[in-house]
């Protein structure tokens, strides 16, 4: 089956800086790769995501980035603040049609 | 439009009890799972189903039952509860495009006493 890895585990940093967070999957067949934003408490919810037979997408301070040959994704923020405090989950899906997420990487934006 | 519903919200049981917490969806998907998410482990599937009659067992399945009798209703059943599946559960469904978001219920807090 899938396998997910996402890394850092925690990223601190300071309002207004920037911050990438790394995942690589192992199926080759994996197509659709989400992103989810979790706040304490609360559901994960989309924030982005990309499709296979892009390389790139943006939506105001989120980009996601693919790299198909090497399996691996990206997302990065731009920008960032307090609000962007929350934990982000990288997901792989393929011929399951079920997601695979990662292990969660724990923002932490200082104002 | 409700989404993807979860009951109950918060849940405290005693060793050797036996649960079942509920999910429904009104959005017509074929696609629900049960994830645990515990401190550092993120998201992990239990269990799924591709459509009603349906279920298979993902990454941590033992102690757990489901069942896909209609469309819109997924429920997931502890059937002796033990301290270890002390955590949150969320279950998702998504529709049958392959490039189609997974959505989430509110979560199910459970602590096994």
């Known amino acids: 089956g899938e396998n997910v890895e996402q890394h850092p585990s925690t990223l601190s940093v300071q309002e207004g800086d920037s911050a990438v967070i790394k995942c690589t999957y192992s199926d080759s067949a994996s197509n659709y790769f989400p992103w989810y934003k979790q706040e304490l408490g609360k559901r994960p919810q989309l924030i982005i995501d990309i499709r296979s037979n892009v390389g790139e997408k943006k939506d105001q301070r989120i980009a996601v980035t693919l790299n198909k040959t090497a399996k691996h994704f990206s997302l990065h923020i731009t920008e960032t603040q307090p609000e962007d405090s929350a934990v982000y989950f990288c997901a792989a899906m393929g011929g399951s049609y079920i997601p695979t997420f990662g292990r969660g990487t724990s923002l932490i934006v200082h104002p | 439009n409700a989404g993807v519903t979860q009951t109950p919200k918060f849940q405290v049981l005693k060793t050797g009890q036996s649960m079942t917490l509920q999910c429904a969806q009104d959005m017509n998907h074929e696609y629900m799972s049960w994830y645990r998410q515990d401190p550092g482990m993120g998201l992990r599937l239990i269990h799924y189903?591709?459509?009603?009659?349906?279920?298979d067992q993902g990454e941590v399945p033992n102690g757990y039952n489901v069942s896909r009798s209609t469309t819109e209703d997924f429920p997931l059943r502890l059937l002796s509860a033990a301290p270890s599946q002390t955590s949150v559960y969320f279950c998702?469904?998504?529709?049958?495009?392959?490039?189609?978001?997974?959505?989430f219920g509110q979560g199910t807090r459970l602590t096994v006493v």
């Open positions: 998702a469904s998504r529709g049958a495009d392959w490039n189609t978001e997974a959505f």
């Open positions: 189903s591709v459509g009603a009659g349906i279920t």
